[in-house]
């Protein structure tokens, strides 16, 4: 995101957002004009920027959180330059040790005055993405609270000497419900039923999301053509990003949903650490289960699957999971690649390549 720098410095409202109430700071390069709370209701936030706004206000400075999507875009509705600032880069507030909504809202304001650049401004989907997502989100919580309802059950009857066979949650009930001693059926049938239920409506959900990619978002098709990667983690990464040209270069994506290393160097010391793990962890966690199928016993031969076992293959403690990461890193790069430029999948393509340059 391109951010205004020049002068005079804007008047700028800094909004520490709230659960029922935000606290917000208005200031010029003179210093703060006002401060004061406003409602977290879109009419009341409405009418607080507004007049905001007829004071002078330009700029509104706000934290990423679970409201600030709608804030943000009711803010640039009213014509205000909106910044949604990094978490990750606030340490300035998350470890003042005065810590208030009043403080936080003046260093909002102090900070997206003077250099909004710090904060590392993030870009919140389209309200229709955002709808769209949670039709995901929403099946994924489905089907934890499925696993951990078919996870007690199998506790309370082995707890009894009855043990389940290995099934898949869909025919778990069907498995379990005979082998439920009688003084339980009263309490586990209903927790049967409901796990039938969840079912029946991730079942729904997955074919909503079918629906979703095949009509509302024909890009999917492309990232769908890498084996391992099916409707939900094709249809998360096209909403995550909404847009290809969002990430400058197609390797910058792996830093962008944070697989690619911390780094931490200081003098001759440039120790290897973990993965940043910044951005957004459910989409991180996808590409991961991919790598797993890749590099999986039913992955099928690929570029991607021979530098993830080349990897795997090196000796290290850790060699599994780092070939994982990085199989997991480099998918992200090809899903994008192929969704900037419409080609089709070769899954050898490098290889052959290499075979013809050395042939």
């Known amino acids: 995101m391109q951010v205004s720098t020049s002068s005079p410095l804007p008047m700028t409202v800094g909004l520490d957002l709230g659960d029922r109430k935000s606290r917000y700071c208005l200031r010029d390069s003179a210093g703060i004009l006002e401060e004061g709370t406003l409602a977290m209701s879109p009419g009341a936030m409405r009418r607080g920027l507004r007049r905001l706004v007829s004071r002078g206000a330009q700029r509104v400075v706000l934290e990423v959180g679970n409201q600030s999507a709608w804030v943000s875009r009711l803010a640039v509705e009213l014509g205000l330059e909106a910044l949604v600032a990094n978490p990750r880069r606030l340490r300035l507030i998350t470890h003042d040790l005065r810590k208030s909504d009043q403080r936080d809202a003046r260093v909002l304001a102090d900070i997206g005055q003077v250099r909004p650049e710090l904060l590392s401004p993030v870009e919140h989907r389209g309200e229709q993405a955002q709808v769209d997502l949670m039709v995901l989100r929403t099946r994924s919580s489905l089907v934890e609270g499925r696993t951990a309802l078919v996870n007690e059950v ?97 390797r910058n994506v792996a830093a962008y949903l944070g697989l690619v290393p911390r780094r931490r160097q200081s003098g001759k010391r440039d120790p290897q650490l973990c993965i940043t793990k910044a951005g957004d962890s459910t989409l991180r966690s996808l590409l991961v289960n991919c790598a797993h199928y890749i590099l999986g016993p039913f992955g099928q031969d690929s570029d991607l699957r021979r530098h993830g076992l080349r990897i795997a293959a090196s000796g290290a403690a850790s060699a599994k999971k780092r070939a994982v990461v990085a199989v997991a890193r480099k998918l992200s790069v090809l899903l994008l690649s192929l969704w900037r430029s419409g080609e089709v999948y070769e899954p050898l393509r490098n290889t052959k390549r290499l075979q013809a340059r050395t042939g």
Do not use: N
Not at 164 to 174: D, K, L, M, N, W
């Open 154 to 250: 199998r506790h309370r009857l082995k707890s009894l000497g009855a043990r389940v066979p290995h099934c898949t949650p869909e025919a778990f009930p069907r498995r379990a419900g005979p082998l439920v001693p009688e003084a339980l059926r009263d309490t586990l049938e209903g927790t049967l039923t409901l796990i039938t239920r969840f079912t029946s409506e991730i079942r729904r959900l997955d074919e909503k999301i079918e629906a979703l990619s095949q009509e509302s978002y024909p890009p999917t098709r492309l990232l769908r053509q890498v084996p391992g990667v099916g409707p939900i983690t094709s249809l998360y990464f096209v909403l995550a990003l909404e847009r290809p040209e969002r990430i400058d270069k197609t």
